[in-house]
């Protein structure tokens, strides 16, 4: 599967998370819908969550916000939030 990031975050950030999950790969890393992955970005996990992009299948990439928090804790900030429930169909 692909990975998607909706976050809008500047290209070369978005390369070096998906070059470090690439990386992990070529060491025979697998990932999955769901997962908390640590030491991809630098003191914080990511989540990776399965998502439909168009007619296709891609892990999304859901960063945590700047006090570490993801959707459903308690003062995550709505932008990362979002990332939820990102519609990316076009």
Request: proline content about 6%.
């Amino acid at each position: 599967m692909d990975f998607q990031i909706v976050l809008p975050i500047k290209p070369e950030i978005a390369h070096g998370i998906i070059w470090n999950l690439v990386e992990q790969i070529n060491n025979s890393r697998t990932f999955k819908d769901g997962e908390l992955v640590e030491g991809i970005i630098q003191n914080y996990p990511i989540k990776l969550k399965k998502a439909k992009e168009v007619e296709r299948e891609v892990l999304r990439i859901i960063l945590p916000d700047e006090k570490s928090l993801f959707y459903g804790d308690d003062g995550c900030s709505p932008l990362y939030a979002y990332q939820e429930f990102a519609n990316v169909n076009e």
